[in-house]
């Protein structure tokens, strides 16, 4: 049962343009939301996170937006880079005593120059 | 580099064998995770520890255990290996409970 879906396993965008990478989730005890990048040979990085009770985040390139009712979040990187280029993980997480992150299956971003 | 250290960072071992993966947290993190990542896969929980206490645990095989000690690094025991235990490794840290968890770079698993 697949509780985080990233429903595109790839993605190319060319630089300088707006990147979005898409998230669903069906699990509504859901409240906390993060994005975390990873590159090969490494641990996953965090990037960004957002509180169920907002819908959107903001740091520097990257814009997290969530939408409750959907059960969709999204993550915006403009503008794109060619450091951009990871594979992103989704990862959603419940409320107080239930820590652990559920991970999508990730987005692979290739950002050509 | 995020502050949390694995070794190995590569294994190879054999089926039937036992290995253990090690885990030093950030400094002054008390909390540690277990993730495991197979092929083409999203990262699973296995296992959370919180100042020395196991706190939750997800779809952690029997022939799996882990610790975590008092100088609060962990090591996660894997036993009985099989061919399908063959996956990425990661360890990842918080502060608390509740904080976003930083991740170590993982140790390579390949059972053959």
């Known amino acids: 049962d697949q509780q985080v879906k990233q429903n595109s396993p790839s993605l190319s965008v060319q630089e300088g343009r707006i990147s979005i990478l898409n998230c669903d989730y069906t699990n509504s005890m859901f409240d906390y939301f993060l994005w975390y990048k990873k590159y090969p040979a490494e641990g996953p990085t965090f990037l960004i996170s957002?509180?169920?009770?907002?819908d959107k985040n903001e740091d520097g390139r990257f814009t997290v937006f969530l939408n409750k009712s959907a059960k969709h979040l999204s993550l915006h990187i403009v503008p794109s880079q060619p450091g951009d280029s990871a594979v992103y993980f989704c990862a959603a997480r419940g409320n107080f005593g239930n820590e652990k992150l559920t991970f999508g299956t990730g987005t692979r971003l290739t950002i050509i120059p | 580099d995020s502050g949390v250290t694995q070794t190995p960072k590569h294994l190879i071992t054999a089926t039937g064998q036992r290995v253990t993966l090690r885990c030093s947290p950030r400094?002054?993190?008390?909390?540690v995770y277990w993730y495991q990542q197979s092929l083409d896969q999203g990262l699973q929980f296995l296992i959370q520890?919180?100042?020395?206490?196991?706190?939750a645990k997800g779809n952690i095989l029997e022939r799996f255990s882990a610790q975590q000690f008092p100088d609060l690094h962990s090591e996660l025991n894997l036993s009985s290996l099989e061919l399908g235990d063959s996956a990425l490794y990661f360890c990842?840290?918080?502060?608390?409970?509740?904080?976003?968890?930083?991740f170590g770079p993982g140790t390579r698993l390949t059972v053959l």
């Open positions: 520890y919180y100042n020395g206490e196991e706190r």
């Open positions: 990842a840290s918080s502060p608390g409970i509740g904080d976003t968890q930083y």
């Open positions: 400094s002054g993190d008390l909390s």
């Open positions: 957002i509180s169920s009770i907002k």
